[in-house]
């Protein structure tokens, strides 16, 4: 349980890293941008969908080590233990689709219900992002 645990917040921990930081790159790089308005708006949208993405990979990564180690459990269901089957999953579980045809079993459950509180905590912190940044570029015009 304790490796389970340390796995956990070193996901958790980095897909909140690597957000604070496109978002951060983002932050600045955009406003130097000579383009249109408009299209420093996509800019910053496609960037934080980029994150979005990066981050379901690194859970998807962690599943496909948690299922190929004996311990943590396992992914039952329409799933062959491949890392398309895993990164299948955490888009699912980081987006809170849940469609249910995998499910987690063990102590990978864990890290299933802390994704899709990750992915929803992230999902919002890019939709403020994103709204502050659209002000910023709206104010005046």
Same mark, same amino acid.
């Given at each position: 349980?304790?490796?389970?645990?340390?796995?956990?917040?070193?996901?958790?921990?980095?897909?909140?890293?690597?957000?604070?930081?496109?978002?951060?790159?983002?932050?600045?790089?955009?406003?130097?941008?000579?383009?249109?308005?408009?299209?420093?708006?996509?800019?910053?949208?496609?960037?934080?969908?980029?994150?979005?993405?990066?981050?379901?990979?690194?859970?998807?990564?962690?599943?496909?080590?948690?299922?190929?180690?004996?311990?943590?459990?396992? /992914? #039952? =269901?329409?799933?062959?233990?491949?890392? &398309?089957?895993?990164?299948?999953? +955490?888009? !699912?579980?980081?987006?809170?689709?849940?469609?249910?045809?995998?499910?987690?079993?063990?102590?990978?459950?864990? /890290? #299933? =219900?802390?994704?899709?509180?990750?992915? &929803?905590?992230?999902?919002?912190? +890019?939709? !403020?992002?994103?709204?502050?940044?659209?002000?910023?570029?709206?104010?005046?015009?």
């Amino acid at each position: 349980m304790l490796y389970t645990i340390l796995i956990n917040s070193l996901l958790v921990s980095l897909a909140v890293l690597v957000h604070y930081e496109i978002l951060r790159q983002l932050s600045l790089f955009v406003p130097r941008l000579t383009i249109r308005h408009r299209l420093r708006v996509l800019f910053g949208v496609f960037g934080a969908l980029c994150a979005h993405v990066i981050e379901i990979w690194l859970f998807a990564f962690g599943y496909y080590f948690m299922v190929h180690v004996d311990g943590f459990g396992t /992914l #039952a =269901g329409n799933f062959d233990h491949s890392l &398309l089957d895993c990164s299948y999953f +955490s888009f !699912s579980t980081y987006t809170s689709l849940g469609l249910g045809d995998i499910a987690p079993l063990g102590n990978i459950r864990f /890290l #299933a =219900g802390l994704e899709a509180l990750t992915g &929803l905590v992230l999902i919002t912190w +890019s939709a !403020s992002f994103m709204f502050i940044e659209m002000t910023k570029f709206w104010e005046g015009k």
